[in-house]
């Protein structure tokens, strides 16, 4: 019996794996303080505001007479993420100089856009047709990127405003440049865009720009980097310095351009992972606000040949992206892109989306937030960009755009936190 008592207790592994998981985890939701970056989170509320006035101009511009009954907005509330007892109608009263409203003779109350809403309009249809020439670039640089060098249209759609795209460009604007790519459909009736000629001087990376100095390669042939990507780690985060020497080597390791053929690399390699960052960082940086929502990327890693779990790579690496999660929806930034919650560069279409948001009547709340401990203490039902208004019962928005996140995105939120370990186990040099 003493022998008994004293021999070792061995636990079944998948007794020990659950042990672990319910003594470690914690959702993403709970990672340190240090990791986080207050500016970055306000830019995410930001956002998402934007995306919901955003969303109610594009449905009245589209509309016959450009006004609609109040109820019949009521099934969008999905898209508008306004979820009830909240009323559509306190939402848009919030807005006066982009919306007005009035009833008919039978008491039916319409929602309409001002004169202002109108110019605002006619001048992102402007900016969208000077903006062609970028956004023709981009797609042909995503197509390039693809393995087999076609991308469902449905797909390319998520990044419709991220690259500029005109609201019908899926009937009209990829029929422009059949020199670049074309239209096909599937067996099963689904549309796709090929690439039909390859054009050298954009498959030079961003970074090979930034480091590099290229500006032109129109002899250029993709193959293996070594370029270092910028880093910007949390501002509160200190215990970086000690891992100096691993990121030093990270940085020396050599990975596959993103436009170099990728069929030979082995999953779950070094290589194959740092090619995925570079990937990342790529589509990241001709998006017009260098952040998107984390399953339009997760949903291109088919194409694009990146790893099932990319969203540990993207929170492993927090000094290259940032990663927020607030709301349903997860968002990731490339760090280099912002100086706190601002662009650094800014093209037309976001100083115009800056100026939409201007108009709502949506502000900064009055408490002053001095600390990331201030924007915790906000609950998801909270917003950082209330009404100004002094009314008890305005609603408060918080929730980005129309879809929630990804499986990936719900798998992750349930997984161990990135602790500093993770810094070491990413940058190790192997």
């Not at 939701?29 to 101009?57: C, G, M, N, P, T």
């Not at 020439?133 to 990044?159: C, G, Q, W, Y």
């Not at 990829?174 to 239209?183: A, I």
């Not at 779950?268 to 952040?291: C, P, Q, Y």
Request: charged residues 35%; proline residues 4%.
């Amino acid at each position: 019996m003493a022998n008994q008592l004293t021999k070792p207790f061995k636990i079944p592994y998948y007794a020990a794996s659950l042990l672990r998981s319910m003594t470690t985890s914690k959702r993403v939701q709970d990672r340190s303080q240090q990791k986080r970056v207050h500016a970055l989170e306000i830019a995410v509320e930001k956002h998402k505001i934007a995306s919901k006035i955003l969303f109610l101009l594009e449905l009245l511009k589209h509309e016959p007479e450009q006004i609609i009954p109040i109820r019949s907005l009521d099934q969008h509330r999905r898209q508008l993420n306004l979820p009830k007892p909240h009323k559509i109608s306190d939402f848009i009263r919030k807005s006066p100089k982009l919306f007005e409203m009035y009833k008919d003779q039978r008491g039916t109350t319409w929602v309409g856009l001002t004169r202002q809403s109108e110019e605002l309009i006619e001048e992102e249809e402007r900016l969208i047709t000077e903006n062609d020439e970028n956004a023709l670039e981009h797609v042909t640089r995503l197509l390039m990127m693809s393995v087999e060098k076609i991308l469902p249209l449905d797909k390319i759609a998520h990044f419709r405003r991220d690259l500029g795209l005109p609201y019908d460009f899926r009937k009209n604007w990829v029929h422009k440049y059949p020199d670049c790519f074309k239209v096909f459909k599937n067996e099963d009736d689904v549309e796709f865009l090929k690439l039909v000629s390859w054009n050298p001087s954009w498959s030079v990376t961003k970074n090979e720009k930034k480091v590099v100095g290229i500006e032109k390669g129109e002899n250029h042939v993709p193959g293996m980097l070594a370029l270092p990507f910028a880093m910007k780690f949390p501002p509160d985060y200190k215990k970086v310095y000690r891992y100096g020497g691993q990121i030093e080597n990270f940085q020396k390791r050599e990975y596959l351009s993103p436009y170099a053929d990728a069929k030979g690399l082995k999953a779950g390699s070094v290589e194959f992972d740092k090619r995925a960052i570079a990937v990342m960082h790529e589509v990241l940086s001709f998006m017009n606000e260098t952040r998107l929502v984390t399953d339009h990327l997760t949903h291109f890693r088919r194409e694009f040949v990146m790893p099932q779990k990319l969203m540990r790579i993207l929170l492993k690496h927090f000094g290259i992206f940032y990663v927020s999660e607030r709301g349903k929806r997860f968002s990731v930034f490339l760090n280099e892109a912002y100086d706190g919650s601002e662009l650094v560069e800014k093209c037309p279409l976001v100083v115009w989306k800056e100026k939409v948001v201007s108009l709502s009547g949506y502000r900064g709340r009055k408490k002053k937030i001095l600390t990331f401990e201030d924007l915790d203490g906000f609950d998801d039902g909270d917003d950082l960009f209330e009404s100004g208004s002094e009314d008890e019962s305005a609603i408060r928005i918080d929730r980005d755009e129309e879809d929630t996140m990804s499986d990936e995105d719900e798998v992750i939120a349930q997984l161990s936190e990135m602790d500093v370990g993770e810094v070491q186990k990413a940058y190790e040099d192997t």
